[in-house]
């Protein structure tokens, strides 16, 4: 899942930026609130985390523009508390809304909570083709026990049984699993493919040709 955060505190927004990366979200970032209602409206993120406060434009008109265009689910931090500031980011279009200084479990729940609605997928849990998936914890069961997945990988099978039913193109799973800084070499989604069907079973992602790539159960 490809995550962007919009934050003007450097401290805060590497130290964010490298949390949720090692959740096993793809991170993008943005300073200021025009380079981040530019990477928002420019590409299709899984969710988005944005500070209220920022330069340029502040959180709450970045998101009465982005809302124009698109439903990106978005968390929205900021150092107030006020109930008049929490209802504007709201009625602006927020998702949820997280007060500084906020608990880092809390907001990856969130975040989570936020890319589960998004999809459609009320609990924590995906069960298919004799596999659960856990998005709260990141990991695969079988009947057999747990399968150990690299964060990329898992990324690539949640993202595509969030998705069962429909195929993903190529150019849209590049989209939503490698950030801006990552290398888009053309047959690394064949390498994550091919893993996991050694690890999951051959016939657990379809392939169609020309198209992408599909869980159909």
């Known amino acids: 899942m490809r995550i962007l955060i919009v934050e003007d505190e450097p401290d805060l927004l590497s130290s964010l930026a490298q949390s949720v990366r090692e959740e096993g979200f793809a991170v993008d970032t943005a300073s200021d609130g025009e380079e981040g209602l530019y990477k928002a409206?420019?590409?299709n993120y899984d969710a988005m985390i944005l500070d209220i406060m920022l330069p340029k434009l502040d959180?709450?008109?970045?998101?009465?523009?982005l809302r124009k265009v698109k439903k990106t689910p978005v968390l929205m931090l900021t150092a107030r508390d006020a109930i008049a500031d929490r209802i504007h980011g709201l009625d602006a279009g927020a998702d949820d809304y997280l007060t500084k200084p906020f608990d880092l479990n809390e907001l990856l729940a969130r975040l989570r909570a936020l890319i589960r609605r998004a999809a459609g997928q009320a609990s924590s849990t995906i069960e298919i083709t004799g596999f659960k998936i856990n998005t709260a914890a990141k990991t695969v069961h079988s009947s057999r026990g747990p399968i150990l997945l690299t964060s990329r990988e898992y990324a690539l099978l949640e993202y595509l049984?969030?998705?069962?039913?429909?195929?993903i193109s190529r150019s849209e799973l590049y989209d939503h699993l490698f950030d801006e800084n990552d290398s888009s070499l053309s047959n690394l989604l064949d390498v994550h493919v091919s893993n996991l069907?050694?690890?999951?079973?051959?016939?657990?992602?379809?392939t169609r040709r020309g198209q992408g790539y599909s869980i159909d159960a």
């Open 41 to 43: 409206e420019s590409t």
């Open 59 to 65: 959180g709450c008109q970045v998101l009465e523009q």
């Open 161 to 167: 049984a969030q998705h069962r039913g429909q195929v």
């Open 197 to 206: 069907r050694k690890k999951l079973g051959a016939t657990m992602i379809t």
